[in-house]
């Protein structure tokens, strides 16, 4: 969803956007259909997020067969951070889209969100040149707006540096490296349920740094949080990593900043601030 946000932001008049994932589902849940198929051969550009969060891509992009379609890769020069292996816990689960070496949330940045609007204004100036003007003044707009959060942000989070944080799935590092803090996980992706052994890391960690709630998501299946948190006595708060949103909200590039205050302030009441 964030991505189909970027490009409404950076489009504006100029070009029709259309999510190729239904914005209830995540991207690690997507299952193309036929009509997406269709909808990529009559594309003029399609935009990923990529680092390999659209593993499904390739595939769809062939069957398609549209070669004058364009695509703009919104991780385009982002540095990256390696998914971290090791402390998603050491079972091996066997699925068929895990994130990858590089773990894909880049957008949870609001600063790798401003080159990913640069990325994408970028590639429909090249795509769409008669609009250059609306793209780059609409993404200048935008991105002055990402740089704000990120001051704003700073400044909350500045009492909390160094501060460790539980998500369910793995999607904080980028958001966490940015504040100073350091985000932990229960599962990989978030269709995974967590084994005991999560279960039992979850509650040794949340009681060594003293946290006092547990960051859920909108899309986390399993609801095994709420026993964990029961058990230690301590809150459920919400973070949306913004992977799904009903169609509404899918459509206003303003959910961005909407979705993020809010997760900043789960954050700090999971500090207990
Ligand atoms: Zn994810």
Request: hydrophobic content about 35%; glycine content about 6%.
């Amino acid at each position: 969803m964030p991505i189909t946000l970027f490009t409404e932001a950076v489009a504006g008049e100029c070009a029709t956007v259309t999510a190729l994932i239904p914005p209830n589902l995540g991207p690690h849940d997507f299952q193309a259909t036929p009509s997406d198929i269709a909808a990529l051969s009559k594309a003029s550009v399609l935009v990923k997020n990529g680092l390999g969060m659209e593993y499904f891509l390739d595939k769809l992009t062939d069957s398609a067969e549209n070669d004058s379609l364009q695509v703009i890769d919104t991780s385009r020069g982002v540095a990256v951070i390696e998914s971290d292996e090791d402390e998603g816990g050491d079972h091996d689960h066997d699925h068929d889209h895990d994130h990858g070496e590089v773990n894909p949330h880049i957008w949870l940045d609001p600063l790798r969100a401003v080159q990913q609007v640069e990325n994408i204004r970028d590639g429909l100036v090249k795509a769409d040149p008669d609009c250059a003007d609306g793209y780059t003044q609409r993404a200048s707009a935008y991105s002055d707006q990402l740089k704000e959060l990120n001051t704003t942000f700073a400044t909350q989070l500045k009492p909390f540096s160094g501060k460790t944080f539980i998500a369910f799935h793995d999607f904080a590092p980028y958001f966490a490296e940015r504040y100073d803090l350091k985000a932990e996980f229960v599962v990989d992706v978030p269709d995974m349920n967590p084994t005991p052994a999560d279960l039992q890391r979850v509650s040794n960690r949340v009681e060594q740094t003293q946290l006092k709630a547990l960051l859920s998501e909108p899309q986390e299946g399993d609801r095994s949080f709420n026993a964990v948190a029961e058990d230690l006595g301590v809150n459920v708060v919400t973070f949306d990593p913004l992977e799904t949103g009903s169609e509404e909200a899918s459509k206003q590039p303003d959910t961005y900043f909407k979705v993020m205050k809010s997760n900043v302030a789960s954050l700090i009441k999971a500090f207990g601030g």
